[in-house]
C-alpha cells in the first residue's frame, strides 16, 4: 500500500471541480487519509518547487498556485501513484487524452488541475509539507 499526494490547483478549485475529481479517484478504490483547503504560502511554495524556484517562470507558477486556495489531498491504496498519475494523464493538458481528469479538464501544463507526486520518496517529502502529524488517518 501507497500513500500519495495530491494537490487540487487553483483552476480546479475556481472551475468547482474538486468534487469531480475526488470522486473520480475514490472510484478507483482509493482511501482518503487527509483532506484540507489551504492558501499556500510563499515558504510552502518555495520548498515545494525548489526545483524551478531559480527559473524565470518560477513568479508565473507561484502567482497561479496563490490566485486561490488548494485542496490538498492524501490517498492510500495499490499502486496509488502511479495509478493516480494514469488517471490525471499526462502534464501538458493539450495532449491529455479524453477520459483522464486533465484531458477532460485542463488547459495547458500549469493550469492542468492537478499535481501528484511522482514518486514513493517524493510522494513522503510532500506529505510531511502539506500535512501536520495527526492530520493523516
Same mark, same amino acid.
Given at each position: 500500500?501507497?500513500?500519495?499526494?495530491?494537490?487540487?490547483?487553483?483552476?480546479?478549485?475556481?472551475?468547482?471541480?474538486?468534487?469531480?475529481?475526488?470522486?473520480?479517484?475514490?472510484?478507483?478504490?482509493?482511501? *482518503?487519509?487527509?483532506?484540507?483547503?489551504?492558501?499556500?504560502?510563499?515558504?510552502?511554495?518555495?520548498?515545494?518547487?525548489?526545483? *524551478?524556484?531559480?527559473?524565470?517562470?518560477?513568479?508565473?507558477?507561484?502567482?497561479?498556485?496563490?490566485?486561490?486556495?488548494?485542496?490538498?489531498?492524501?490517498?492510500?491504496?495499490?499502486?496509488?501513484?502511479?495509478?493516480?498519475?494514469?488517471?490525471?494523464?499526462?502534464?501538458?493538458?493539450?495532449?491529455?487524452?479524453?477520459?483522464?481528469?486533465?484531458?477532460?479538464?485542463?488547459?495547458?501544463?500549469? *493550469?492542468?488541475?492537478?499535481?501528484?507526486?511522482?514518486?514513493?520518496?517524493?510522494?513522503?517529502?510532500?506529505?510531511?509539507?502539506?500535512?501536520?502529524?495527526?492530520?493523516?488517518?
Amino acid at each position: 500500500m501507497e500513500t500519495t499526494l495530491i494537490l487540487f490547483k487553483p483552476d480546479c478549485v475556481q472551475k468547482r471541480l474538486s468534487g469531480e475529481v475526488l470522486r473520480r479517484l475514490e472510484a478507483e478504490g482509493f482511501r *482518503v487519509r487527509g483532506l484540507k483547503m489551504m492558501q499556500l504560502s510563499d515558504a510552502v511554495l518555495r520548498e515545494h518547487y525548489a526545483h *524551478v524556484a531559480d527559473k524565470p517562470f518560477y513568479p508565473e507558477i507561484a502567482s497561479f498556485m496563490q490566485s486561490s486556495p488548494v485542496v490538498a489531498l492524501a490517498l492510500e491504496g495499490e499502486n496509488v501513484i502511479g495509478r493516480v498519475r494514469d488517471l490525471l494523464g499526462p502534464t501538458d493538458s493539450t495532449v491529455a487524452a479524453k477520459g483522464t481528469i486533465r484531458g477532460d479538464f485542463g488547459e495547458n501544463k500549469m *493550469v492542468n488541475m492537478c499535481h501528484a507526486s511522482d514518486g514513493p520518496e517524493t510522494a513522503a517529502e510532500e506529505l510531511k509539507r502539506f500535512f501536520a502529524p495527526g492530520e493523516l488517518f
